[in-house]
Nanobody, 129 residues
Framework: QVQLVESGGGLVQPGGSLRLSCEAYGINGDRYTIGWFREPPGMGREGRTG???????????YYAKDLEGRFIISRDKENGRVYLQMNNLNAEDTAVYYC???????????????????WGQGTQVTVSA
């Protein structure tokens, strides 16, 4: 059974940066895609949108529109952790950020955001002065 554990959220001022981390347990090998979603306050699960993904299989990455350049996804090959570096944050970035994985997708693309297999519990990011 796959378990995902996020960390790194918190309160940050506008213009600041945060780095989120996702540690995955129970995944064997490198054939999967893993990424990040976010759920703004009051939106519920229906408001959850894809942020970025990365595939260890082919090292492909994908970013939601308007986030590439501010957000950078990466994976540590030694420990398997996935990171989301978020820069120049603004109030619209306030959300709960979720890590998710899909064991059936071996390349990162928008299709990953349709229905991942497993989710983490989320980490809160609040951008406020």
């Amino acid at each position: 059974q796959v378990q995902l554990v996020e960390s790194g959220g918190g309160l940050v001022q506008p213009g600041g940066s945060l780095r989120l981390s996702c540690e995955a347990y129970g995944i064997n090998g490198d054939r999967y895609t893993i990424g990040w979603f976010r759920e703004p306050p009051g939106m519920g699960r229906e408001g959850r949108t894809g942020v970025s993904c990365i595939s260890p299989t082919d090292e492909s990455t994908y970013y939601a529109k308007d986030l590439e350049g501010r957000f950078i996804i990466s994976r540590d090959k030694e420990n398997g952790r996935v990171y989301l570096q978020m820069n120049n944050l603004n109030a619209e970035d306030t959300a709960v950020y979720y890590c998710a994985v899909d064991l059936d997708y071996y390349t990162c693309s928008p299709f990953f955001f349709i229905s991942p297999d497993s989710w983490g519990q989320g980490t809160q990011v609040t951008v406020s002065a």
